[in-house]
């Protein structure tokens, strides 16, 4: 063994450190040509084919699966593929992204021109634009990585590394000039833990008409036999005939935390109306939310439910904190149903 072996865990660190160090140079040097280069990928009319070899590839390869997931149309076309036949991919690209360390891969040097020809703007991402790709380029973005990190400095780390955060930086740009929203994100991962946090309260709101419902004149008995009955923790209280186009304002809930403060009046316990033990004003949240969102918001506030009001501030529904997890860990929650509306 050599005596001259570098103790691993600080060679870790050092790879990290000078990493980090690189990233920090290349976020400083950021300025028209990325700017340029994201506008031209955030356009509608957007067609951008990425092109790398050996870890450039790899690391392209990335990038577009991070493009297509967002919406970008994109491809990664292998360079030595494309000089024999698959060059069609590209033939309507709007913007050709070439990644390259060294700036002088011959492949990507002798596609340039036609991908030019093709009427695609051409981006390389390189260590520095005094190179030959840059002179075929219209932007040129620098990792200014002058050397690897680690052991003889010969495994490509810290210019792999930059290279693919400024692949993530150049896409992020993109949807921040777009303005996409979380909405859109779900629309392209329907599946997944994502796509299911991105999901809209609606879609997992129990409507008003489904809820466990009292009068403020039921006595506590009736109270507990409801929200028993009911499965969900609490119940609604109303003094009307009709779940329907009622103004949250005059809504009241009682949960099992109203029964155990009731609870605490033992000798007037009994005697107790529904209307008494209500909680007037609860929380509520727009079905238009986020689950998410309305999950932050219970575990904020201690809660296990939250109420629903539509935009005009009429009670719409209830979403309890275990339909939500239920939709997000994919399991199915039943619940005992009472009959439709207020009694």
């Not at 219209?138 to 680690?150: F, H, I, M, N, P």
């Not at 833990?193 to 129990?206: F, I, N, P, Q």
């Not at 109306?273 to 509520?284: E, F, L, R, S």
């Amino acid at each position: 063994m050599s005596e001259n072996r570098t103790d691993p865990l600080n060679a870790g660190r050092e790879v990290l450190s000078e990493g980090a160090d690189c990233l920090r140079r290349a976020a400083d040097a950021l300025g028209d040509d990325f700017l340029a280069a994201a506008d031209a990928l955030a356009q509608p009319s957007s067609r951008a084919v990425v092109l790398g070899v050996g870890k450039s590839g790899h690391i392209g390869t990335k990038f577009v699966a991070g493009l297509v997931s967002t919406g970008h149309r994109a491809v990664f076309l292998h360079p030595q593929e494309a000089l024999h036949g698959d060059l069609g991919q590209a033939h309507e690209a709007t913007l050709a992204i070439l990644l390259s360390h060294s700036g002088n891969t011959d492949e990507l040097r002798v596609l340039a021109p036609t991908l030019r020809d093709f009427g695609a703007k051409i981006l390389t991402i390189t260590a520095h634009r005094e190179c030959p790709l840059a002179q075929a380029s219209d932007w040129v973005v620098e990792t200014l990585v002058d050397a690897e990190a680690g052991l003889h400095q010969l495994a490509p780390t810290s210019s792999s590394t930059t290279t693919l955060s400024l692949c993530d930086a150049l896409m992020i740009a993109s949807l921040n000039i777009r303005g996409f929203t979380p909405e859109q994100f779900r629309m392209f991962h329907p599946g997944g833990l994502l796509g299911r946090k991105l999901m809209k309260v609606a879609e997992v709101m129990t409507p008003a008409r489904r809820l466990p419902w009292l009068k403020p004149t039921d006595s506590i008995w009736h109270v507990l036999e409801t929200i028993t009955a009911g499965a969900r923790g609490f119940a609604i209280v109303h003094d009307g005939d009709s779940a329907d186009g009622i103004a949250i304002d005059q809504v009241g809930v009682i949960s099992e935390g109203d029964i155990r403060r009731a609870l605490s009046d033992r000798e007037g316990f009994a005697g107790q109306t529904a209307g008494q033990v209500m909680t007037p004003n609860p929380t509520t949240i727009d079905p238009e939310a986020l689950m998410l969102d309305a999950l932050r918001l219970m575990e904020a506030n201690r809660f296990t439910f939250l109420l629903c009001t539509d935009g005009d501030g009429k009670f719409a529904g209830a979403v309890h904190m275990h339909e939500i997890l239920a939709r997000d860990l994919d399991i199915d929650v039943k619940t005992e149903r009472l009959p439709n509306g207020p009694r």
